[in-house]
């Protein structure tokens, strides 16, 4: 009788050990603010008027809300034009740009930790770079860089050029020198020194930039063709692939392995290493005249659409899988413009 209760005793034991064992390497996800684990929506608001505005949406799509800056910060005012958002560590950095301010927040309770206005001439993108924060400026074609902890100006760096979106990769930065269907350039400015080290010259209607694996990729078009540049980030060599089928396109986000853009109301993907372009859409959306695509994300497989609505009313945000199926739809503040994984 007292062996079967010590037989008895160790496998309790046993299995008091392995429940524990089991605990210590349960890996717990604890959000770290109400705005973890979800997508930011930027919302650009009316060009003149102070009403700039960010919703969240949680990745399930099943939590979403308005002005979620306005709710944490009741007596501040986002400002004029959200023009664009960056993060860096715990940070998020949203670029103003008709206040020409950079309002500084936590990017997971969105309190706000400051507020960058010197030097700022109609900023429009930014990125964090070695504990820099480096802002792109339409009127003084100037990047300004300021401390990313205490947000003090640092320098500024003059391109002579428009100086638009901004991406960090091998410890460089990459400018696009075009907006607005325009430009066909890229600065590449030396972190270090705080010198633009060389310029690449790429396709005619520069419009999109991202980094992947090493590689940076520039999407330009046109009325007579679509060209793909990738950078080496290594040692800036450039290759490229073009569609004069595909024309103008626009909107390139790259998820995973995938490279997404949009032509017309058409949605396209091919892989990083692709040697051509597809003609063929994934799907397409109904038209709505220049506002549709105003915002363009993909983010974990899902697809999200921003359409400014003309400006006369409050834009809607439309997630799809990547066959085309509608998964949500929802009101968000006036011309959502950009969409920023938050996890």
């Known amino acids: 009788m007292k062996f079967k209760n010590l037989y008895l005793g160790l496998i309790a034991s046993a299995f008091l050990f392995a429940s524990c064992s089991s605990d210590d390497n349960t890996i717990i996800d604890t959000p770290l603010g109400a705005y973890d684990n979800g997508v930011l929506i930027l919302n650009e608001g009316n060009f003149g008027n102070p009403n700039a505005s960010v919703s969240y949406i949680s990745n399930d799509l099943m939590t979403s809300q308005n002005n979620i800056f306005s709710v944490v910060n009741p007596t501040k005012v986002l400002g004029d034009v959200a023009q664009s958002l960056s993060f860096s560590d715990d940070k998020a950095f949203i670029v103003i740009n008709n206040s020409?301010?950079?309002?500084?927040?936590?990017?997971?309770?969105?309190?706000?930790?400051g507020t960058i206005t010197e030097k700022l001439e109609n900023p429009r993108y930014s990125v964090v770079?070695?504990?820099?924060?480096?802002?792109?400026?339409?009127?003084?074609?100037?990047?300004?860089?300021?401390?990313?902890?205490?947000?003090a100006y640092i320098t500024s760096i003059s391109l002579n050029k428009t100086a638009e979106k901004i991406v960090a990769a091998n410890g460089k930065l990459y400018v696009t020198n075009g907006a607005f269907g325009k430009g066909n350039e890229v600065t590449v400015i030396n972190e270090s020194t705080n010198t633009v080290s060389t310029t690449i010259t790429v396709e005619e209607g520069v419009n999109s930039?991202?980094?992947?694996?090493?590689?940076?990729?520039?999407?330009?078009?046109?009325?007579?063709?679509?060209k793909l540049f990738k950078i080496n980030a290594a040692n800036d060599a450039v290759t490229s692939i073009e569609s004069t089928t595909l024309k103008d396109a626009l909107n390139m986000d790259i998820d995973g392995n995938k490279i997404y853009y949009t032509q017309g109301t058409g949605i396209y993907a091919i892989n990083t290493n692709a040697t051509a372009f597809s003609n063929t859409p994934l799907f397409s959306v109904t038209d709505n005249s220049w506002s549709t695509f105003y915002g363009f994300g993909v983010i974990d497989g899902k697809i999200y659409s921003g359409d400014a609505n003309g400006f006369t009313a409050d834009g809607i945000v439309t997630v799809y899988s990547t066959t085309g199926t509608a998964l949500k739809t929802l009101t968000v503040g006036i011309g959502p413009n950009g969409f920023y994984s938050n996890n």
């Open 100 to 113: 020409n301010e950079v309002e500084v927040v936590n990017r997971y309770t969105f309190a706000s930790l």
């Open 129 to 151: 770079l070695n504990n820099k924060l480096y802002v792109t400026n339409a009127i003084s074609n100037a990047v300004t860089v300021y401390n990313a902890t205490t947000y």
């Open 209 to 226: 930039i991202e980094v992947y694996d090493g590689t940076v990729y520039v999407l330009c078009g046109n009325k007579d063709r679509t």
